[in-house]
């Protein structure tokens, strides 16, 4: 496990980032239960997977230089 990511490229940190935000909620009143930061955790990964799809397309067609 020698390769490096950016931290939001990171599903533990998103994970991390609900459990904490789910707690806060919890604090004030509302009840975000188990599935339902599951399915906050599936749509974070597909927003991202998203995300870097489109910043690929961006990077390729806004590049000044030919790929070898």
């Known amino acids: ?8 490229a990171s599903k533990t940190v998103w994970g991390a980032a609900i459990a904490i935000l789910a707690s806060c909620a919890n604090l004030i009143g509302l009840d975000i239960s188990a599935e339902d930061q599951q399915g906050l955790m599936d749509h974070v990964s597909a927003i991202a997977a998203a995300a870097g799809g489109i910043l690929a397309i961006w990077g390729r067609i806004s590049a000044s230089k030919r790929l070898r």
Do not use: V
């Open 1 to 8: 496990m020698n390769e490096l990511k950016h931290w939001s």
